[in-house]
């Protein structure tokens, strides 16, 4: 596992952008795995800034995200599919039809969450995933629990989460209780993985995390430090708790 320290969101963005550059300029048609949130904003407008500005193609790309609310369709403005669309998808060359969001409102989530796990493999895998991390740990809605599944699928979310998250809603009951999420062994069969983190608020998971690396499902993201090809990228504040 590697660390890495930023000085600022921005620097970390940039930093973040580099990679998938990187990973975009060496294998066009790469598959990439997407995470939502506020934390990959600044990644995604460097994306597009690279794209417009430095030839950099997402024509021959596939994305696969990480999640996706139940009950939300792609027309809302709360949905993951709709975030992607607006902070990403619109705004660069790659093909609506080679981007994926599980769907939240298939009638059976579980047999859809099954259907995306074979799609993901049918591609070849994800070559980079991005990632962030919830207060309480969670990757994509890998929520901390005694057992967390493997493959995509329905689950539901923690207090914690849905509160965090409320600040993207009108009112916390606007918030759905439930999603779908790429598993952890989806996740981990990614060929490489950046984990971002960034402000205070992040610090106590972060410190968590790193201070004594072990491995345990009450913090999901720590299966990460089991994967072979994992890059850290923080800020200062977000690494503001880890001994030093
Ligand atoms: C959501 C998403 C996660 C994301 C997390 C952190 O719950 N499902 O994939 O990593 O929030 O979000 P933020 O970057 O806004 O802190």
Redesign the pocket.
């Known amino acids: 596992m590697k660390v890495i320290i930023k000085e600022n969101y921005d620097e970390l963005s940039k930093e973040a952008a580099k990679m998938v550059e990187k990973q975009l300029r060496g294998k066009k048609n790469s598959v990439l795995g997407l995470?939502?949130?506020?934390?990959?904003l600044g990644t995604y407008k460097e994306l597009v800034r690279l794209f417009k500005d430095e030839d950099l193609s997402f024509k021959d790309v596939s994305s696969f995200n990480?999640?996706e609310y139940i009950g939300l369709d792609e027309n809302n403005e709360n949905s993951y599919r709709y975030f992607m669309s607006e902070n990403l998808f619109k705004l660069i060359d790659i093909k609506k039809e080679n981007t994926y969001v599980p769907n939240g409102m298939a009638n059976n989530p579980i047999e859809a969450g099954m259907e995306y796990d074979r799609t993901i493999l049918e591609n070849g895998g994800i070559d980079l995933q991005i990632?962030?991390?919830?207060s309480n740990g969670?990757?994509?809605?890998n929520e901390p629990a005694k057992s967390l599944s493997l493959g995509t699928t329905l689950v539901r979310l923690a207090k914690a989460?849905i509160q965090?998250?409320a600040r993207f809603f009108d009112n916390i009951k606007d918030v759905p209780t439930e999603a779908i999420t790429m598993g952890i062994g989806s996740i981990m069969r990614a060929r490489k993985i950046i984990l971002l983190a960034s402000g205070k608020n992040k610090a106590d998971i972060i410190g968590k995390l790193l201070n004594s690396p072990s491995i345990t499902t009450n913090i999901p993201a720590s299966l990460l430090l089991l994967h072979p090809n994992v890059t850290i990228i923080c800020d200062k504040d977000a690494y503001s708790r880890v001994n030093k």
């Open positions: 995470a939502t949130g506020a934390t990959p990480l999640d990632l962030g991390i919830g969670h990757i994509a809605f989460t965090d998250n």
